[in-house]
């Protein structure tokens, strides 16, 4: 489905890494967070170790705990509820846009509004059972879906509004611009992840940026088992993690970062192979792009079939002629232990679940040629 783009400069970098004695807290780390503060103009850059290990310590930093509601995506990949229950939180989902399957601003805010108001009001957002009554809600939770940056001023505004955090998980939107601004930058704090299908990789890991300067300090600490300034190996301020970035991986990403604009151009070129073929299949729908999205970074390329296509067979057929495809995403809310414990039903949250049954992800990464996007159309048009 996806190939990293690593060049001999990420080989060497990492193999020097591997002639010191320090793997782990040392330079690497700090060059890599330098290099993204400068990238993201952000005041605070941390590494982790995944995008989930990111997301969780941004949900401590917002102070979310026990019976707290936070307002996010059912169309998503799971870390971003999964960091909530993490912390005993409830997800209170909100249907996306049918364009973008980003969360619906809109709704996002009449959410707050009826929760804030409670009663009735509240009761119509909250799952059919597993919320704590009288829950409060402190967190807003948008997605930046398949590299497009969600309606983050719309948002932003319904967090100013209700005294609410923001959350920006931008794993898979590194490099994207909202109206001029880089993603991940945009709310409270940001993350960006870098497994290997990602814009950049470091193998796993992630970095989060955030301007809060006390949050950021709280977030180092619990990466680092809970270990405060001051505190030695052994003495533990706060209930922590080992969430650390290695420092293999570090230099590997702080090579990948100084490549960025190389890769996302790659990337775009790919995406737009795609998008000319595709125009040729009648049925076929290419990835949209909302006005706000004056950057896109590919994260991956996902096609929408008309209604009355069987998206599931074609998925079948084309893996029977080599060429991988997967449905992406299937909702959060119908994922069998999200059902047990909330009680959510199909129908729930209709254009999550109608993205979710027409959407295929094609092969993609910036190391394709034109030639291989050539062959998954034709094999594509041909299995239609
Ligand atoms: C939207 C989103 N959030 C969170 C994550 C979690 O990142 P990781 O796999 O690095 O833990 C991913 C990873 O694919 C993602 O796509």
């Not at 489905?1 to 990420?10: I, K, R, T, V």
């Not at 990238?39 to 930093?61: D, E, F, I, W």
């Amino acid at each position: 489905m996806s190939s990293p783009d690593l060049s001999d400069a990420e080989r060497q970098a990492v193999a020097a890494v591997l002639r010191t004695p320090n793997l782990s807290m040392g330079g690497e780390i700090l060059a890599f967070e330098a290099a993204f503060q400068a990238y993201t103009h952000s005041r605070n850059a941390l590494g982790v170790s995944s995008g989930t290990a990111g997301l969780h310590l941004c949900v401590r930093a917002a102070g979310i705990q026990d019976g707290d509601l936070v307002i996010t995506s059912p169309f998503s990949f799971v870390a971003s509820a999964n960091v909530l229950l993490f912390e005993r939180a409830t997800p209170v989902f909100v249907d996306v846009e049918p364009h973008t399957g980003n969360i619906d601003p809109q709704q996002a805010h009449q959410a707050a509004s009826d929760l804030l108001a409670g009663g009735r009001a509240a009761a119509r957002w909250l799952p059919r059972r597993g919320a704590e009554a009288g829950g409060a809600l402190k967190a807003l939770l948008p997605v930046d879906v398949f590299g497009q940056p969600a309606e983050m001023d719309a948002i932003c505004a319904t967090a100013r509004d209700y005294d609410l955090k923001v959350i920006e998980d931008a794993c898979e939107a590194l490099g994207a611009e909202y109206n001029g601004r880089k993603t991940g930058t945009l709310g409270d704090y940001g993350v960006y992840a870098f497994y290997p299908n990602k814009q950049i990789t470091t193998g796993e890991g992630a970095v989060i940026v955030t301007d809060d300067d006390a949050a950021a300090d709280l977030m180092r600490a619990l990466r680092n088992q809970g270990r405060a300034p001051g505190d030695t190996w052994l003495q533990h301020t706060h209930l922590g993690y080992n969430y650390r970035l290695d420092e293999m991986s570090a230099a590997l990403g702080r090579v990948q970062l100084s490549r960025i604009e190389e890769l996302l151009g790659k990337r775009e070129q790919v995406a737009r192979w795609y998008t000319e073929r595709l125009e040729e299949i009648p049925g076929v729908e290419a990835p949209q792009m909302a006005p706000s999205t004056t950057q896109a970074s590919w994260f991956v390329y996902v096609v929408r079939f008309a209604p009355g296509f069987d998206r599931d067979a074609i998925a079948r057929r084309l893996e029977q002629q080599g060429v991988p495809a997967r449905p992406y995403f299937l909702p959060i809310h119908l994922q069998p232990y999200m059902v047990e414990r909330f009680g959510y039903r199909a129908g729930d949250f209709p254009v999550t679940e109608d993205l979710g049954k027409r959407g295929l992800a094609l092969p993609f990464s910036g190391v394709m040629s034109e030639q291989q996007v050539e062959t998954v159309c034709r094999m594509l048009a041909r299995v239609i």
